[in-house]
């Protein structure tokens, strides 16, 4: 790398900003304990961080897998509710070193792998971060693919300017693509911000994202009468194994969506304002959580009721709107979610 960066590409080469401790390879200022001036998270902002991680579409695909195994709301609220509350014990643990230390993930991995050995669980984590981009692009895309098709109705009829030789044959496919290289865009930018100055997105998202989300449960909520089949129908298992294995199957499912994040949690740990600021996360991961999971829950069982099959993917769902209004602001509050999921996690 050092071969590539020095002769043939130079501007890649990141300036080097010199830390406080050690040498430039073991410390630099994103590597320093955070200055006391830039401690700025209280425990309203970290409500607000969960919020912005909670509230996005990739809960809403997560309980569609607990569900698939052939539970109903009974069943999958409480073992969304106990997963999240597994994961916001290790989560909270984590953020209490970097609350403590004021140190990122890459600095205390050290302490368990050595300062070689802890390339690895930083590169690991950095890939599992590019996977997770790539797959929200994808669907905060299709959002943003909603919205303009709600504004200009003939966006539904983008030609495929694909040659027939690449096999797709999706009449869409081009307008999605323009679609996803446009949020890209911009959430590239948006993750150029500094973490310090991340909670007033988080904050945005927290006063903007709930009210949608509530809107999308009590419309679903109106047009069932109750709820629909996936929450007064009864359970009836899909898998050949038991109840309790089951159970313990979604139990694993829901503690897979933030396990990336319990490892990382120093990351914005370290910018608390004391010690006790991140304990907040102890109850906002399940109560936020348990309360989103039940969104995509009832919207999919009013989707099922209403055009006959359950679909889980939200902007599938948005299109099948017929009110423009409803499926404009309905993606741009869905587009805001999935930016602030996508940076809280990534």
Not at 330 to 344: C, M, V, Y
Request: one cysteine or more.
């Amino acid at each position: 790398m050092t071969l590539i960066s020095r002769k043939r590409l130079p501007s890649l080469r990141v300036p080097y900003k010199p830390g406080a401790y050690g040498t430039a390879r073991w410390s630099n200022k994103d590597l320093d304990p955070v200055p006391v001036e830039l401690r700025t998270w209280g425990g309203l902002d970290y409500w607000a961080y969960w919020c912005s991680d909670m509230l996005a579409p990739p809960l809403a695909a997560t309980v569609s897998t607990v569900m698939s195994l052939g539970f109903t709301a009974r069943e999958t609220i409480p073992i969304v509710f106990f997963g999240f509350m597994i994961c916001s014990v290790v989560v909270t643990l984590t953020g209490k070193m970097g609350a403590t230390y004021h140190v990122a993930y890459p600095v205390l991995v050290r302490s368990t792998f050595g300062m070689i050995g802890s390339y690895p669980a930083i590169v690991i984590r950095a890939f599992v971060a590019m996977m997770w981009t790539a797959i929200l692009c994808v669907q905060a895309g299709a959002f943003l693919q909603n919205c303009i098709e709600a504004i200009w109705p003939s966006f539904k009829r983008f030609p495929n300017h694909l040659p027939e030789s690449a096999g797709i044959d999706c009449k869409s496919f081009s307008a999605g693509l323009l679609c996803f290289f446009l949020y890209w865009i911009i959430q590239t930018i948006l993750s150029l911000m500094p973490i310090q100055k991340l909670r007033l997105l988080f904050l945005a998202k927290a006063i903007i994202v709930p009210p949608t989300f509530l809107a999308l449960f009590l419309w679903a909520v109106i047009v069932t009468h109750g709820g629909g089949p996936l929450v007064t129908g009864k359970y009836v298992l899909t898998t050949p194994m038991n109840t309790a294995y089951s159970a313990l199957t979604g139990l694993n499912v829901m503690i897979g969506l933030f396990s990336s994040m319990a490892v990382n949690m120093p990351d914005f740990g370290r910018f608390s304002k004391n010690n006790l600021a991140g304990g907040h996360q102890y109850f906002a991961l399940p109560v936020i959580g348990t309360l989103g999971a039940l969104t995509p829950i009832f919207v999919t069982s009013a989707h099922s009721q209403l055009w006959g099959e359950f679909e889980w993917y939200m902007p599938a769902v948005i299109a099948k709107f017929d009110n423009r209004a409803a499926k404009f602001f309905t993606g741009a509050s869905f587009i805001l979610a999935t930016i602030g999921n996508q940076i809280a996690a990534g």
